[in-house]
């Protein structure tokens, strides 16, 4: 039943050029796939190819620049970090996977060290993949965008399968503890061995140690605040012509946030297979961590993959604010 309803959503949708590169030859492609997993995505009363009509490169410069003050000074460096960390020569033809790429800053940020790659993206929102699929074609990046919900597997249908890098910044916390556990499975398989999955994300302080850690980080300046979340939202709602904000839906309950401790991260890597793991960087609000898909599975790891479970409890601290 659920494939009849993907195979006629796919008929209905077939995959086609980006209307912002109509006119440039880049290979950038669209998968247009409106549900996954039987799920609905949240979706825009205007379709990808209307909002992306909507979007002209004035408009992306300016999405771009409300983007990247809404992230936070540090993103900057956060990109430039999870970049440079990639183990792998500039003159490589990587081929990246931008995980719930948004605007598509990490991709790009990939791509500027390594020229050469291509980039994949994937995400559920219908504008702000449309911003991604439209600088990066302005860019001449090559690369597929697909418009999935990570929320069930069904996202990595059609998508290649021997990744290089699987990169993704502030998004697997939007998950829950459990989908997150098994998105970082899926990860893995998706990557060839020797591949990297390196993330950004909120975490917290171990409870043991959260109170002085909460004092400290509150003298530290704030990394977002809300006038630019609504200034970039402002903007985005006036030239789509609709509230945007209200297509995204109630904000999950049982999401990750930023309950997730890094010992919490690092053992979702673990538990997936990843060895060698490392954290590349950790301040007040995120830690950047890294993890590599063995060449070689050692017996360790062969029993983490022969089916670790694991548990909400095991890993998110008691809500600390
Ligand atoms: C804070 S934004 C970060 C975007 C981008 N990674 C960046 O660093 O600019 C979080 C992104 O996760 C995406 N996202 C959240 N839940 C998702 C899901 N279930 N499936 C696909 N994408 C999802 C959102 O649509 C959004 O683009």
Redesign the pocket.
Known sequence: MRRQKMNRLNRAHPPAACGLCAKRATSHEVAFVKTTGGKSVSAAPDSLEQIQRKLSNDNLADLLEL?SAE?GRAKKRDLELIAAALPFSPQQRLRVLDL????G??GRAIRSRFPKSRIDCV???AF?ISICIGVNCREGISGNAFL????SKAWLRELPREYDVVA????LH??KPRRAAALFGEVFQRLRPGGVFVFAEPASAEKRLASGFAEWKAREPARYSRENWERFWSRANELLGYDHTRQLGPRDPGRIDDRMSVPGWIKLLKNSGFEPIDVLLRDADEVILAGAKPRKFSPSSRRVLAGKRIGRRKFLPARQH
């Open positions: 983007w992230q719930c790429c948004g605007p800053d990490v995400d559920r929102d702000l999935r919900d990570l929320s993704t910044a502030n998004a939007w998950f």
